[in-house]
């Protein structure tokens, strides 16, 4: 769960502590991601993927972020599902191959070759490449420091 750039909250653990420096009264806005499989052709093979790396699985769903935060203390107070960003085979397996998303920084060679580049094979022999498909979007959370 990300508040700001001085603040990262982990919707698992260490909330209990609060590294906000908040006080009662204060807001945090976060942003949450869907936790588990987005439908469509594209994220299809993705979602596999992400499996096999090991990064399908998320902490910031807005599910899981929601209890963890009001058991630490905070109050949700605004909730906002920000539409999806379109996404494109083509567009999207150049992301990933660029490794300009976060999740893509840590994967080793051997995984990379084995795993990744497959499935970028895979994205990029979809039909209609450049036709876009709805992505998830974010959720955006807002909580008050009771």
Same mark, same amino acid.
């Given at each position: 769960m990300t508040g700001s750039p001085r603040c990262t909250l982990p919707a698992r653990g260490g909330i209990?502590?609060?590294p906000t420096g908040l006080r009662p009264g204060g807001t945090l806005a976060a942003t949450g991601f869907p936790a588990g499989p987005v $439908?469509?052709?594209v994220f299809e093979v993705l979602d596999r993927m992400h499996e096999r790396v090991g990064t399908?699985?998320?902490d910031?769903?807005?599910d899981t972020v929601v209890?963890?935060? $009001?058991?630490a203390g905070f109050e949700l107070v605004a909730r906002i599902d920000e539409p999806g960003r379109p996404v494109g085979p083509r567009? $999207?397996?150049d992301l990933i191959e660029a490794r300009s998303q976060a999740w893509t920084w840590s994967i080793d060679d051997e995984t990379w070759a084995g795993?990744? $580049?497959?499935a970028l094979a895979r994205i990029r022999a979809l039909p209609d490449q450049d036709r876009v498909r709805p992505g998830p979007g974010p959720t955006i959370l807002a909580f008050?420091?009771?």
């Open positions: 209990g502590r609060d $439908e469509g052709d399908l699985r998320r910031d769903a807005p209890p963890v935060a $009001e058991s567009s $999207e397996a795993v990744v $580049e497959p008050r420091r009771s």
